[in-house]
């Protein structure tokens, strides 16, 4: 490529072109017949050129209709080979080099618009850019939801197990409340799981002391909820604490902690995941098992769970707006209670327990 810039080649190109038309004699053989007639081929554009043999039609060609050209050597006449079997012979040979650069010119007109024409440029990398973010933005949730819908129930309990590992080891301790308590509680559990809808993951109701998290709950992406002792100390009612259990349920429905995490591992992790490959995935989420305390559910996720756990209160015959009493509580107390707390991982308290009371008025 010459060293001119591209964009000086294609005005000199065409300032050229206009100025001269390029002409090579030589014969015409017309495809399957031996006679030769005297012919002169013409470029007429970057693109067309004519072939005029004497006392014959003219043939217009495109420069893709020119499907070979013989190499240049010595003295052989050139052959041109057109794509209705037409050849054109000439020994010419300077003359069909020029005609060819003229050919190479038209390809490089191409280039020399775009270079010519960079705003169309800056449009197609912005929209390029878009793309990409399109894909983080919308993407990214998507094969999230479809990760967790085709993790298997086994590799779900395992990040169960080891993600409880580690936050019992980081965080909490065993629970303080004595067992009729304990009995109590779980029974109006078993209650609300039994209708609830969590396909092969079972659901397991565990208590702690909540140490640093404080008044706390969270359900774990197999089915584990924890609930914290001062929680349970915390709620003015039973129905208060049923409120949270429900909710916790419902994200274990719609796998809600699972897509949580996987939408934190990224694109390239999930498409891994879909594609059958969940050993790593399941290891990164084991060594950051408390990467699960600190993982905030989205606006989405929360409406949703209280919705659903609004349903499933007053199908065991409970009160649904005890939910939105708690939330006010939880709010009142933990303010700041810091990353782990309840308020924090799950937001939007304050539109929530509004929301939460009117749908329990339905
Ligand atoms: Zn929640």
Redesign the pocket.
């Known amino acids: 490529m010459p060293a001119l810039p591209l964009r000086n080649i294609w005005i000199l190109k065409v300032l050229t072109s206009a100025s001269e038309t390029l002409t090579v004699s030589g014969w015409l053989f017309e495809a399957g017949r031996s006679a030769k007639h005297a012919a002169i081929l013409e470029r007429l554009s970057p693109d067309a050129l004519v072939v005029s043999p004497q006392g014959l039609p003219a043939r217009h060609y495109t420069d893709g209709e020119l499907t070979a050209i013989s190499d240049r050597v010595g003295a052989i006449p050139r052959r041109l080979t057109f794509a209705d079997g037409a050849v054109f012979e000439t020994e010419d040979n300077a003359g069909i080099d020029r005609l060819l650069s003229e050919r190479l010119a038209a390809s490089e007109t191409f280039l020399a618009r775009l270079e010519v024409f960079h705003p169309r440029l800056i449009v197609i990398a912005l929209i390029a850019i878009g793309l990409i973010f399109a894909t983080i933005r919308y993407a990214l949730p998507v094969l999230a939801n479809m990760a967790a819908a085709v993790t298997p129930t086994p590799v779900i309990e395992l990040i169960d197990r080891g993600a409880l590992e580690t936050i019992d080891r980081a965080f909490l301790k065993p629970s303080n409340m004595d067992q009729i308590r304990k009995d109590e509680i779980g029974a109006g559990f078993a209650a609300l799981a039994a209708l609830s809808d969590t396909g092969q993951i079972g659901l397991d109701l565990i208590f702690r002391d909540g140490g640093i998290i404080g008044p706390n709950a969270f359900a774990l992406p197999g089915g584990t909820i924890i609930m914290t002792d001062q929680l349970v100390r915390l709620a003015g009612t039973d129905d208060e604490i049923f409120g949270v259990l429900a ?2 349920i419902a ?1 274990v429905e719609e796998r ?1 902690s699972l897509r949580q995490i996987y939408r934190s591992l990224g694109i390239a992790a999930l498409i891994a995941m879909i594609g059958g490959d969940s050993g790593e995935i399941v290891e990164d989420v084991l060594a950051q098992g408390s990467l699960l305390l600190t993982l905030s ?1 989205s606006r989405r ?2 409406s949703q ?1 209280d919705t659903r756990a609004v349903d499933l209160m007053k199908a065991v015959g409970r009160d649904p707006a005890a939910l939105a009493t708690i939330l006010e509580r939880i709010t009142e107390k933990c303010r700041n209670c810091g990353k782990t707390s309840w308020y924090t ?2 937001p939007g308290t304050e539109g929530r327990s509004e929301a939460i009371r009117q749908r329990a008025q339905k």
Request: glycine residues 0%; proline residues 0%.
């Open positions: 909710h916790e994200h809600h559910y996720f929360e769970a991982t799950h």
